[in-house]
């Protein structure tokens, strides 16, 4: 079963706005990891959070964490259009080996 | 250089024929995976390698069969192609068989 689930589905934004992209999942998880997703490309990993943190930052990107809602947040903050992409948060199901599970995914517009 | 590469890029075949991707990764990790992303953006697990052990093999075909010569190669051998085949593969690797994963540009496989 679908493990991460990642809403808006879409989300259309002008430049310099922030953007909020939000997943929800179903089981425990040992982390939580978002992914960008360039049309026609690979998916490029953006951030890891661990089960026992609360939130991470890199760069323009914020993630949060809270396992008791089951759920996570990206905000990617003061967005360029070079931002355009597919989001992906991907979970561990609280397994051992691999097994990365992704959601589908929130588009991402940003316009100039 | 490619961290994780994979050929061909596009493949178009007609239905009952037997085809293969190839992947390499020269990050020197231990684990290697086959992504098959539907039309629809939805990213499923197909196969993780560890040490040249198959240790994921989830609802997928017997058709399908990963082949691994050695810990920097996975390749995707598929028989009897179906339309239903039709999708992107990524290819992808990680140092331990969970955290960041290092994605290929993804192979577009269309059956006609």
């Known amino acids: 079963s679908q493990q991460g689930e990642e809403d808006p589905q879409a989300l259309s934004i002008q430049e310099g706005e922030n953007a909020t992209m939000n997943c929800s999942y179903k089981?425990?998880?040992?982390?939580l990891q978002w992914y960008r997703q360039n049309s026609g490309r690979g998916l490029v990993h953006l951030i890891l959070?661990?089960?026992?943190?609360r939130e991470k930052h890199s760069g323009r990107l914020r993630v949060t964490l809270d396992t008791s809602k089951k759920s996570s947040s990206l905000l990617i903050t003061a967005s360029r259009a070079a931002d355009t992409a597919s989001y992906f948060c991907?979970?561990?199901?609280?397994?051992?080996?691999?097994?990365?599970?992704f959601g589908k995914g929130t588009k991402l517009s940003v316009k100039p | 250089d490619t961290a994780v590469s994979q050929t061909p890029k596009y493949l178009v075949t007609q239905m009952g024929n037997d085809k293969s991707i190839k992947c390499e990764q020269n990050?020197?990790?231990?684990?290697m995976y086959w992504y098959k992303q539907d039309s629809k953006k939805f990213l499923k697990i197909m196969f993780s390698?560890?040490?040249?052990?198959?240790?994921i093999n989830e609802t997928v075909p017997n058709r399908f069969s990963p082949k691994s010569p050695d810990k920097a190669h996975l390749n995707l051998h598929i028989n009897s192609l179906e339309l239903g085949d039709s999708a992107v593969y990524f290819c992808?690797?990680?140092?331990?068989?969970?955290?960041?994963?290092?994605f290929g540009e993804g192979s577009r496989l269309t059956v006609l």
């Open positions: 990050l020197g990790h231990d684990t």
């Open positions: 992808a690797s990680s140092r331990q068989g969970w955290g960041e994963l290092f």
């Open positions: 089981t425990s998880i040992n982390n």
């Open positions: 959070i661990r089960s026992n943190e």
């Open positions: 390698y560890n040490n040249k052990e198959l240790i």
């Open positions: 991907a979970t561990d199901g609280g397994g051992s080996q691999g097994n990365l599970i």
